[in-house]
């Protein structure tokens, strides 16, 4: 691997990898895609229920688990986070899958994976893998080097009109500070924040850091319809770093995903449990 991506990781929080995976590999990836749009979850969930802007989410169905175990060991991304990281061992965590269809989908709003889950560390990674060509203008954005920044309070994603509608809220303890709106900082001065996206084609894997502030992925008349598997992974330096308590939404300090797998954790154990596959 280029140096350029073991640097532009670490420091910008995300990076694209070019043409990761082979036609045999995407096809394996849209077929599980496929079979949990069909299948959902639990955890399944429409951002902005009730409007015309809505996208279908799922998020580590529990239906899915062993193909997905399955799936990633026929995939090259366990030994390419190994080399991104420098990471000896590599974990899969879940999946989450994006459909946005009908040419009128919004943005996903800006946030940290990090608010919903209780991740901390460098050895994060999402695999962001699209099987469309996304052009720029509706391409995920990452805020350059967020991942070293804040963990702010995450969005609960069902209020178009507030983007930053706190999720844990101001009685959770740790009080984490709510997002900023970065749609209207930046429509006020597109120079407020250091944005980072890229046009990507079948078989390029986009690559973020969980902890950085990231969003968007519109779809328009020209771009109708994306469909996304996102796939994380963790490796050695992946630690347990708890919610808050007392969070307005319910979250337990393990959150929503594997919380009984990971109660025993206590904050900055390393990120173990038996229920993750380890890839490498
Ligand atoms: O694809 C999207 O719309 C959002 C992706 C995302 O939030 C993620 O990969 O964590």
Redesign the pocket.
Known sequence: MDESKRKAFAEDGAVVMEGCLDKEQLGLCRAAFDWGVENPGPGATTMFDGTAQK?HVDNANPLAKDRLDALVSKLPLGRMFADLWGSKHVWYFAE?I?LKAGGNAAR?SW?Q?TSYLPWGGKHWG?A?ISFEAVPKRNA?EVVRGSHCGTRYDGTTFQNLEDPTDPLHGDAAVPHWPRMPNIEVERHANPGAYDILSWATNPGDVLV?H?GTL??G?PTDADFPDRH?L?LRFFGDDATFSPLPENSRSGYSRAGVLFAEELAHLKAGEPFRASCFHQVI
């Open positions: 996208s989450e994006f996903s946030h994976d999402n962001w995920l973020l969980p990231h969003g992925a996304t996102v």
